[in-house]
């Protein structure tokens, strides 16, 4: 089973809002991934999770917080949002890199996100 | 040069026809490689990795060529369901939790 969860699917939020998305998954997987995808854009790596802890950070705004509960869940918690943030936020797992070998990624179906 | 280049089209082409399309990287020290297919308003889909020998998985034929620093998906038979956008990713480098997506090539099949 390959399967990724995000919810929500779709959320409209205020600037002045504080909302979470969360993701999960139970492939055993142990790197998750935030990516955030504009229209007609490829996905851009936001936040990286290797063994619950953060990896990599793309130098996202702080307005964007991570938080990685345990080794099957993932959360973006978002707050004091700009408009140019609506995008589709998609999450991502994979098996740890090993070696010289990076491992496939596996989506979510991703969470529609309206800042207004 | 970016580091994942593809020629975005839109590559229309009618049902029944052999599409292949090129992805070339900029970083030699890159060692994994993906296709992904995305559809409208969808995820991302792992379609093929990408392996020196190449691999084939029924019409679809994806290779690597390493001294030239590109990789390319050949799709045979083309089928009106393989309408999507193809992602080509790579790794920056050698054991890289990060992938580098190009901008993807919008495919159109048409009956």
């Known amino acids: 089973d390959t399967e990724v969860t995000q919810t929500p699917k779709h959320l409209v939020m205020g600037m002045t809002n504080k909302k979470s998305l969360k993701c999960e998954q139970h492939?055993?997987?142990?790197?998750m991934y935030w990516y955030k995808q504009k229209a007609k854009k490829p996905p851009e790596l936001m936040f990286v999770?290797?063994?619950?802890?953060?990896?990599i950070n793309e130098s996202v705004p702080s307005r964007f917080s991570p938080e990685c509960p345990n080794s099957s869940l993932l959360n973006l918690h978002l707050h004091a949002l700009q408009p140019e943030d609506s995008a589709l936020y998609l999450c991502?797992?994979?098996?740890?890199?090993?070696?010289?070998?990076?491992?496939?990624?596996?989506f979510g179906p991703g969470t529609r996100l309206t800042v207004t | 040069r970016k580091e994942v280049e593809q020629d975005p089209g839109p590559f229309n082409v009618p049902e029944g026809a052999t599409v292949a399309f090129n992805c070339t990287y900029s970083?030699?020290?890159?060692?994994?490689f993906f296709w992904y297919r995305q559809d409208c308003r969808k995820e991302p889909k792992l379609l093929m990795s990408?392996?020196?020998s190449g691999n084939e998985d029924g019409r679809f034929t994806a290779q690597l060529n390493r001294a030239s620093q590109y990789i390319s998906l050949l799709i045979r038979d083309s089928k009106l369901s393989d309408s999507a956008t193809y992602l080509c990713?790579?790794?920056?480098?050698?054991?890289?939790?990060?992938?580098?997506f190009g901008k993807g090539m919008k495919l159109t099949v048409n009956p």
């Open positions: 991502a797992s994979s098996q740890r890199t090993s070696g010289g070998s990076t491992y496939e990624q596996y």
């Open positions: 492939m055993g997987h142990r790197a």
């Open positions: 999770y290797s063994y619950e802890k953060l990896s």
């Open positions: 970083n030699s020290a890159s060692q994994s």
């Open positions: 990408v392996y020196s």
């Open positions: 990713v790579v790794t920056p480098q050698g054991g890289s939790e990060k992938l580098v």
